[in-house]
């Protein structure tokens, strides 16, 4: 499989999954779309979720939709690799680059280009050829011929997008499940990685070595952790880290992850310390030596810098990132958490 759909798919065209991309829950699929390898695309129901004919979703990205931020991809539209799409609407041929976050209530018109590393915040609209780039995204100009010549080289010469009365997504079955008993546990030396009987590794999560998993704590689909030569990881109760995410130190460190936080999407987790209940939203790299307190909540995309401190209930964002604000209660729950009765009911669909 190529890196860019060919042509216009016929109403009967292949979905293609790859054999370690996965689906969370019935998520709707057009024909003709790509999944690549390390792709997770979670549906919070079957409607939270439709990906329109001829798209393609590359490598390690991760598409997220509930009943109140649904994602709708519309035709021949291509994500680069390591794209995170939570709860947008995204339209026709769009061309996404490598690495782009695209946030909740974000909506595309067709035809839009987002350079390499793009942020879409939540709720930001960009209509039909929009060329932007940036963290927040900024629109540097429309879409010119030279730019639709090049997309039609990237769609075979041809720009047509199909009838989508002839083309509907239609739902797949979930090829993920998640259990006490799932995921792969890998041994470093003389250290093996401790797992609360409780909770919740989706398979296609790895931990290495030395690491400790709290009760009711869920790892998600792809998520690796690796406490390997440089030190201990330790994971507190009803923890969630999600999908595709990494974590890691560097040596003499430690990474301690205290109760109640929720990890997003994409996010790299680097030997730092998180308070109790905090938020990191989907595609944030927290470094090493970084301490947050209880309650902080850093937003999609942002870089925290080495050995940064930031106060309790600290709203942190940026590259680097800064506190842009404090909050006196917790962060609210983000829509993009894991259901736990949701999560209980999965159950691995083979092919």
């Known amino acids: 499989m190529t890196d860019e759909p060919a042509g216009v798919p016929g109403p009967t065209a292949a979905v293609v999954v790859a054999p370690s991309a996965r689906l969370v829950g019935r998520v709707a699929l057009g024909p003709g779309t790509y999944l690549a390898p390390g792709t997770v695309v979670r549906a919070a129901d079957r409607d939270a979720v439709a990906i329109g004919a001829g798209s393609a979703v590359l490598e390690n990205s991760v598409v997220v939709g509930t009943p109140s931020a649904p994602v709708r991809i519309g035709a021949r539209t291509v994500f680069g690799h390591r794209c995170l799409v939570v709860g947008a609407t995204v339209g026709d041929l769009c061309e996404i680059g490598n690495g782009s976050i695209i946030g909740p209530g974000a909506q595309l018109g067709n035809r839009v280009f987002l350079g390499e590393g793009t942020l879409v915040p939540a709720g930001m609209h960009l209509a039909d050829g929009a060329v932007a780039v940036g963290s927040p995204a900024r629109v540097v100009r429309t879409a010119t011929a030279e730019d ?116 997003g999407p994409g996010c790299m987790i680097h030997g730092c310390e998180l308070g109790e209940g905090t938020v990191v939203e989907p595609g944030a790299n927290v470094c090493d030596w970084v301490t947050l307190g209880a309650g902080c909540h850093v937003l999609a995309g942002s870089v925290v810098k080495q050995r940064s401190t930031f106060a309790a209930h600290t709203i942190v964002d940026g590259f680097p990132a800064t506190a842009v604000g404090v909050s006196e209660a917790p962060p609210t729950r983000p829509g993009w958490a894991l259901d736990l009765d949701a999560v209980a009911s999965l159950v691995r669909v083979e092919r």
Do not use: C, K, W
Not at 239 to 261: A, C, M, R, W, Y
């Open 148 to 263: 639709v010549d090049r997309l039609a080289g990237l769609r075979g010469g041809d720009l047509s997008v199909p009838d989508p009365a002839t083309h509907l997504p239609t739902p797949h079955p979930p090829t993920a499940g998640a259990g006490a008993d799932m995921g792969t546990l890998y041994r470093f030396r003389d250290r093996r990685p401790s797992v609360d009987p409780s909770a919740v590794l989706f398979d296609s999560a790895e931990l290495t070595g030395d690491i400790t998993v709290g009760a009711g704590s869920i790892i998600g689909a792809g998520v690796r952790i690796l406490g390997d030569s440089h030190g201990p990881v330790r994971i507190g109760a009803g923890v969630q880290i999600l999908e595709n995410s990494v974590l890691h130190l560097l040596p003499d460190n430690e990474l301690v992850i205290h109760d109640g936080v929720l990890i």
